[in-house]
């Protein structure tokens, strides 16, 4: 659309008394096309792009930032339903982006496909006729003694690659097709996009989990077995690449100020063939075949063993998540099998225990054990708070595995045991009715998505011929020359030959580029 | 070197406030000045011509200009040397920290400003008539270089791991850069649309300033020379590098990031004005003014999405 051509505004003048509701429909209809592919809707249709783009940065976007949107809930309870209604917290999916999207899209198809219809033609024609009146060209010029004829004109400007036609004894000559051309790709590489970003939303998937180091927690590339995870309406769950990942280590340096310096992850891949090791970072994901895996980020999950009044002991970690840069980390680790009578087999519901921790990679010297005082574990201290008590677990209500139900501590049901406390690896604590906690030591996690896009690939080409369409319908020009040669005279060889130039887009060098022809067109000669 | 390279950047800041200075002594005294003008006026409404402002190679000297051309060329001496004090500055900067000397938000700025200074005596080379220009690039040189050093300075340190990838020279290479050009052709873009108000008779504060200021036409055709050249880069750095190296390390090429929401929201703005333009229909005013509202859309997302939101660009060390 980069072209200097207008394109009528308005439909014509609607006929004074149409003849029947079908050609009055018509009419509308052709009207409403018309209006539809001008210029003037489809600058308007970009800004309202632009302009419907804004809320998406100002709002909290769910696909983007789940736990913003939440927040925004919490603060905003009365105005958060109609930001919802409105589709505030998923802009770039809402019908109405959609709508003005697709109106473009529309628009954009009804401009290109008679432009397209035009440069096709116009590639295959010759250029026009010589002008009558050359001296009313912008550019204009008489070379009074000219040896050559018109062959020798036309053979010049060829080698110069321009577009000649010969007609007795003048030649047109164009150039600069190239302008539309890429114009056009430009154009038409941005459907091109679209479709591509639709089919990676329908043939796409992606699932993100934690998972923590060890052979224990491996897991095998399967809906169930992600935190969360979404799939193209297209894909069927079975078809899913078949592998499986074990993270064997997790390597993170940091400044002297806590920045991070690097990440680095080992795992071991199963299911492709034979087992193998890879290692990957951020910047560097993890190419297996049909997915990629992706570092977002890490922690620590504390590992607790709990010793339970009858002596039955469990051992678990839970990946705890950092809340600062320092890895200050939270999160709580559940016993709801603790103290079943080893007599009876019954199983207390009241006597479930739990813990509430904040786990401090660098923990300062002295209380408050707040706050970590540096990422790396130079100093580890897990502060736990005991509870015991229903944990709520049975119930069936999916509740958050990183912090006990607060309704139930609300409600009484689970109950705080003793002061919190600090433990440092190797300690152990013993509570009030002689269970011990111990806290072993921790183990490293990462979080992972794992993501399928087929359409990522197309729309990296499709922006490439964009990128190439456009510079060659920025720069691009489109200009032509006219030659004629006068009548010879009898008594000289030489004829007088003049010459016209015409640039038929904006182009400021067209003077020096025709005065070079003409001299290029004379030597030759 | 860290010492050096922060000096440097004092150094800039004085030397386009040097440049500065100078512009707007020439700006009242020069030949085409206030003074100088009082002059003309008597001379024309002696029934020469009338005067047509015209980017003239050299203008007339009489004795009394002596002064003022001698201020202009150390105009133009400052601009040369604040500029290259502004470079070496990042040069320094990348040496010291031993990696490419834009990671965080205060290096990003002092780069896309060097990529602008940097333009500005290239056109300044290839159109010296456009040198009355300088006061307002050295001003918002100052301004920037300014909220640079006092707003957003971060000491030297290593690169996040995030940043830590050769994409970091495609991307954000690509994006400083015609960042800065944009920044450059919007001084014309502003000034073509006082000079158009002044040429149409209007007389307020900053329409005022028109007839100093270069034609239209000029303005209209540097700006948008400007911005086609800047236009391409700009798509490759934020369309193209930017979603690739974000599906190496977010997973995904395009998210909908704050920064990726305002890139875009730049990219479209900046291709309407590129459609407008070619658009006989439409005025060039009104073309201008979408050009205008693009570097906007580009300062918010230089500071407006750095400073008030949060989201996965979020390295500006604030």
Not at chain 1, 4 to 29: D, I, N
Not at chain 1, 106 to 111: A, M, N, P
Request: include cysteine; charged fraction near 15%.
């Amino acid at each position: 659309m980069t072209t200097t051509q207008a394109r009528p505004e308005t439909p014509p003048a609607p006929p004074p008394r149409p003849p029947g509701w079908g050609a009055w429909l018509a009419g509308v209809a052709r009207g409403a096309w018309r209006q539809l592919t001008s210029m003037r809707t489809a600058l308007v249709l970009l800004f309202l792009l632009a302009v419907a783009a804004i809320p998406g940065s100002l709002l909290p976007q769910r696909n983007v930032e789940l736990e913003k949107v939440q927040n925004f809930y919490r603060e905003h309870p009365s105005l958060a339903p109609w930001v919802e209604r409105i589709d505030g917290f998923d802009v770039f999916g809402s019908p109405w982006f959609a709508a003005i999207y697709l109106l473009l899209f529309t628009s954009l198809i009804g401009c290109l496909v008679p432009r397209l219809r035009e440069h096709w033609r116009a590639l295959r024609s010759v250029p026009p006729k010589v002008p009558a009146r050359l001296d009313r060209l912008p550019q204009h010029t008489r070379v009074a003694d000219y040896d050559g004829d018109v062959a020798a004109v036309a053979a010049a400007l060829r080698k110069q690659r321009w577009r000649v036609a010969v007609r007795d004894d003048t030649v047109s000559a164009e150039k600069g097709y190239l302008k539309e051309t890429g114009n056009l790709v430009f154009h038409f590489a941005f459907l091109a996009v679209l479709v591509a970003v639709a089919l990676g939303s329908w043939y796409g998937w992606h699932g993100n989990r934690i998972l923590v180091a060890g052979p224990d927690s491996a897991f095998c590339n399967s809906l169930q077995q992600y935190d969360e995870s979404k799939l193209g309406p297209r894909v069927d769950e079975g078809g899913l690449p078949p592998f499986c990942l074990r993270l064997d280590d997790f390597q993170a340096t940091f400044q002297d100020n806590g920045q991070p310096k690097s990440f680095r992850a080992t795992v071991t891949v199963e299911g492709e063939g034979p087992a193998r090791s890879e290692s990957f970072s951020v910047n560097e994901p993890l190419r297996l075949d049909g997915a990629s895996v992706y570092l977002l980020g890490h922690g620590y999950a504390p590992i607790v063993r709990y010793t339970d009044r009858f002596g039955r002991t469990q051992t678990k970690d839970a990946p705890f998540l950092s809340t600062d840069e320092m890895q200050t980390s939270t999160g709580a680790i559940s016993f709801p099998d603790a103290n079943v009578d080893p007599a009876t087999g019954v199983r207390d519901p009241s006597l479930q225990v739990g813990f509430d921790g904040i786990y401090l990679p660098t923990a300062p010297t002295e209380p408050p054990f707040l706050r970590s005082r540096f990422p790396a574990e130079d100093n580890p201290g897990l502060l736990l708070t005991a509870y015991r008590g229903n944990l709520g677990l049975d119930a069936g209500i999916p509740s958050s595995v990183y912090q006990l139900d607060q309704g139930q501590i609300d409600s009484g049901r689970l109950s705080v045991v003793g002061e919190p406390k600090l433990l440092r690896p190797g300690e152990k604590w013993t509570l009030d009715d002689g269970s011990t906690v111990e806290f072993l030591g921790t183990k490293k996690y990462v979080t992972l998505s794992v993501r399928h896009d087929p359409g990522q690939g197309i729309a990296l080409v499709a922006s490439v011929f964009a990128l190439g369409g456009l510079m060659l319908s920025l720069f691009g020009k489109r200009r032509r020359v006219f030659f004629r040669l006068a009548s010879p005279t009898p008594t000289s060889r030489s004829r007088l030959l003049e010459v016209g130039g015409l640039p038929r887009t904006d182009y400021p060098g067209f003077a020096e580029e025709f005065t070079s022809t003409v001299a290029a067109v004379r030597e030759k000669a | 070197m860290a010492a050096l390279s922060d000096q440097l950047l004092v150094v800039a800041m004085l030397g386009y406030l040097v440049a500065m200075i100078c512009s707007a002594a020439v700006y009242a005294f020069g030949s085409k000045g206030v003074v100088a003008r009082v002059a003309e006026r008597e001379l024309v409404g002696a029934g020469g011509p009338p005067v047509v402002e015209s980017v003239s190679p050299e203008p007339v000297v009489a004795a009394r200009d002596g002064r003022a051309v001698w201020i202009g060329r150390a105009a133009t001496v400052a601009t040369v040397l604040a500029t290259v004090a502004q470079v070496a500055c990042l040069v320094a900067r990348g040496i010291a920290a031993d990696r490419l000397p834009w990671g965080n938000m205060y290096e990003y700025t002092i780069a896309s400003t060097s990529v602008a200074a940097v333009a500005w005596l290239v056109v300044l080379a290839r159109r010296p008539g456009l040198r009355h220009l300088n006061l307002y690039v050295s001003l918002t040189m100052v301004v920037l270089l300014g909220v640079a050093g006092l707003l957003l300075y971060v000491p030297i340190g290593p690169l996040v791991p995030a940043l830590n990838s050769y994409w970091l020279a495609i991307h954000v290479s690509a994006i400083a850069i015609s960042s800065g050009i944009f920044l450059v052709g919007f001084v014309p873009a502003a000034l073509f649309l006082i000079r158009d108000g002044y040429d149409r008779g209007k007389v307020g504060f900053p329409f005022s300033l028109g007839q100093r200021l270069p034609a239209a036409a000029v303005l209209e055709r540097l700006s948008f020379r400007l911005h086609a050249f800047a236009f391409p880069i700009w798509t490759f750095g934020a369309l193209i590098a930017g979603p690739i190296w974000a599906e190496a390390a977010w997973g995904r090429y395009w998210g909908w990031d704050p920064k990726e929401v305002w890139a875009f929201i730049s990219w479209i703005v900046y291709a309407g004005y590129l459609h407008a333009r070619a658009t006989p229909s439409v005025r060039k005013t009104t073309a201008t003014w979408i050009a205008v509202l693009g570097f906007l859309t580009m300062l918010m997302n230089l500071f407006g999405v750095n400073l008030f939101f949060s989201g996965l660009h979020s390295y500006g060390g604030l």
